[in-house]
């Protein structure tokens, strides 16, 4: 897999605030997925964008992915207690590899 | 479904000693498995491609004398840590796809390895 860079490493909200985190690539992505991990937990499975320019919602969150496919990018709506967790985005690589994670965004929300 | 069932959830062991943690698919077959290892508040580093009845495939870095995968049948396999020492203790997760190549991958638990 190609290396992605995901940013911030950290954000502090307050509840009901929005959160973004991104994700970048210097060369064409596949297809990214994005995965949540709760502390102490393992990484689920949220989404995956296939088409450039994608956009796909889940309730508060929304999912794009760059017209270049080089870029992908995560929004919480009005964020709550149950978004804590980190958000990692993941490049598949296009082949039998396993994935190929950011560092991920820790999202701390302050009540 | 796709559920992936990792085993122990925890372990503490020894210098010097093996752990081995087990990893099955229990209502897919998955041809390949993958194992990965997370450090506290780090992503998760791909350690290796597990391919049933075949030799895994490491990435690079990993060494596959310390870190022996065998996967016998389409819903396990296994990773055993050899001779652990302390710098070993780390959070391993193993994860397989029901599906095609690139599908999204479902995780086991993981497995707290503390090694003493």
């Known amino acids: 897999g190609q290396q992605v860079m995901q940013i911030p490493q950290y954000q502090h909200v307050q509840e009901g605030e929005d959160f973004t985190t991104y994700c970048n690539s210097s060369?064409?992505?596949?297809?990214i997925q994005w995965y949540k991990q709760r502390p102490g937990g393992h990484p689920v499975f949220l989404i995956q964008?296939?088409?450039?320019?994608e956009v796909k919602k889940q309730k508060r969150l929304t999912f794009q992915f760059g017209e270049a496919k080089k870029n992908s990018s995560l929004h919480i709506t009005a964020t709550q207690t149950t978004d804590v967790g980190t958000y990692f985005c993941?490049?598949?690589?296009?082949?039998?590899?396993?994935?190929?994670f950011g560092k991920g965004t820790h999202l701390i929300i302050q009540p | 479904g796709a559920v992936v069932s990792q085993h122990p959830s925890w372990v503490i062991c020894k210098s010097g000693t093996s752990v081995k943690i087990e990893c099955r698919s229990l209502?897919?077959?998955?041809?390949?498995m993958f194992w990965y290892r997370q450090f506290p508040k780090q992503s998760l580093m791909l350690m290796a491609t597990?391919?049933?009845?075949?030799?895994?495939?490491?990435e690079q870095g990993v060494e596959k004398d310390k870190f022996l995968i065998n996967h016998a049948s389409l819903t396990l396999s296994t990773l055993t840590v050899t001779s652990a020492h302390p710098e070993d203790s780390s959070f391993y997760i193993c994860?397989?796809?029901?599906?095609?190549?690139?599908?999204?991958?479902?995780f086991g638990n993981g497995t707290r390895l503390t090694v003493t």
């Open positions: 994860s397989a796809s029901p599906g095609q190549r690139n599908s999204p991958l479902h």
């Open positions: 060369t064409t992505l596949s297809n």
């Open positions: 964008l296939v088409k450039s320019g």
């Open positions: 993941a490049d598949a690589g296009g082949g039998a590899d396993g994935l190929t």
């Open positions: 209502d897919f077959q998955a041809t390949t």
């Open positions: 597990s391919n049933e009845g075949s030799k895994a495939t490491y």
